[in-house]
């Protein structure tokens, strides 16, 4: 795991009301979080921009010092190249996977072993309850 900076993240979409609006926050390295709150109120936009799917209109997300977003110097570095993964709240990203293969696929493009694989991907089946694959 790595450190986690958010600031001023801002999205606004066709509306012109902002769904995230200046959100700034701090994940330290092996810190496990939470974003908590009612629906429509920018939970799921603040993980897309923090994963790549959505771009921000303002602000900065940063790993480990490395900004991978930074709006003002149009710094926007692409989801496959932030070595983040994201469940989404739908049953897969994949819908023919299963939840385990879900979970292993960005493992199998960092070229990771079998053996890691199966261990990570095992224990974000013991945090999400997943079901086990045999590909493994």
């Keep these: 795991m790595a450190k986690l900076e958010i600031s001023d993240l801002t999205k606004i979409y066709e509306d012109k009301i902002p769904v995230v609006d200046n959100i700034n926050l701090e994940i330290e390295e092996n810190e496990f979080a939470t974003i908590v ?16 799917f959505t771009e921000p209109q303002k602000g900065i997300i940063s790993i480990d010092g490395q900004e991978i ?33 879900n979970v292993a696929y960005p493992l199998k493009l960092r070229k990771e072993d ?10 974000n089946k013991r945090n999400t309850k997943a079901y086990e694959s045999d590909n493994y």
């Design 37 to 52: 709150g009612p629906s429509g109120c920018g939970k799921t936009t603040t993980l897309r921009m923090i994963a790549g």
């Design 69 to 101: 977003v930074n709006k003002e110097y149009n710094i926007f570095i692409p989801p496959e190249r932030r070595e983040i993964g994201m469940v989404f709240q739908t049953y897969a990203v994949w819908p023919h996977m299963d939840v385990f293969n």
């Design 114 to 123: 079998k053996k890691t694989i199966k261990k990570d991907a095992q224990r």
